[in-house]
């Protein structure tokens, strides 16, 4: 009797994954990663579906029923939706936006997670959250062992992954993605920096002698990736942030130097503090911010150091 052909086993199922904020500058770029390397990408969206890869989730909590039903069956869930911290001027009404926009939406989903049966529930949560967590470190460098600092962004920090605690208490893996200054050309405070410079209007901002812990748009998608895989498998605090935290007045340079622009303008700390109101202390606040975790785990940069995330900004089409 002739032997029976082997039958080839099925392909195995793409990967899905769940994103909030998938409009934003960091959600959209990783959407479209995600999708070249045949993720299955289900962008959450806070109104009526209206693309055949959308989901509706309530930030409120209100309604975890619809937000549960939205994540069954993901591999994992990337949450990164908040309001702009640079959007508006920080009046109570906005501060408050702000920290509910991130506080409230987080326990949404992690609430949703921990309703799920077991074998619905992704099997991690990478949470957006900020190195705002450290407050003002001066010169000091600091990395994921710090304790929390002071001030609105550091409590709001706080707080924030606070609300993801219920995922990671039913076993969920639960990354807190701490997120310094995404260096691209649109969106992000740094986008906002682009134009100045480039209108020969750039300059320091005070004395120029705070540290920026930046990190181009490819190494931050890049890391998010990273910090989905199942190997190393992080948890907790990760600092998405260059290797190479350097003075505002520093990175002043670089971007005259990259731009060829001068770069003679300055914003005394007394001028931002009328335009900026109680966020002049965070842009004038000094964050000196080390990726320890992401070293120690083998993730590779391509762009350690400012000068290489300006210049890869300049050169990709985010």
Known sequence: MAAMPQQSPPPAAAPR???????????SA?????????????????????????????????????????????????????????????????????????????????????????????????????IGWYGNTGTDAVDEDAPAGTGFLADVCRDWEAAALPARDVGVRTVYARTGLVVAR???????????????????LGDGNQFWSAISLADHIAALRFLLADEPGLSGPVNLTGPHPVTNREATRVMGEVLRRPTVFTAPAPLL????????????GSQRVLPRRLLESGFTFRHPTVEDAVRAALDTAD
């Open 273 to 284: 503090r009328v335009v900026l109101g109680e966020f002049s202390d965070d842009v004038l």
């Open 186 to 204: 649109s969106g992000g405070a740094w986008g906002k920096l682009f134009p100045l410079f480039k209108a020969g209007l750039g300059g320091r």
């Open 30 to 130: 990783l959407t479209d990663a995600l999708r070249a390397d045949g993720t299955d990408v289900v962008r959450l969206v806070r109104r009526p579906p209206g693309a055949a890869d959308e989901r509706w989730w309530d930030p409120s909590g209100r309604r975890q029923e619809t937000t549960a039903a939205s994540i069954a069956g993901c591999d994992a869930v990337v949450h990164l939706a908040g309001a702009g911290v640079a959007d508006h001027r920080w009046t109570a009404r906005y501060k408050q936006e702000l920290r509910d926009s991130r506080v409230l939406g987080t326990a949404a989903i992690a609430a949703a997670i921990a309703a799920l049966p077991e074998a619905d529930r992704p099997r991690v949560l990478v949470c957006g959250s900020a």
């Open 17 to 27: 994954i769940a994103v909030t904020g998938s409009s934003g500058l960091i959600g």
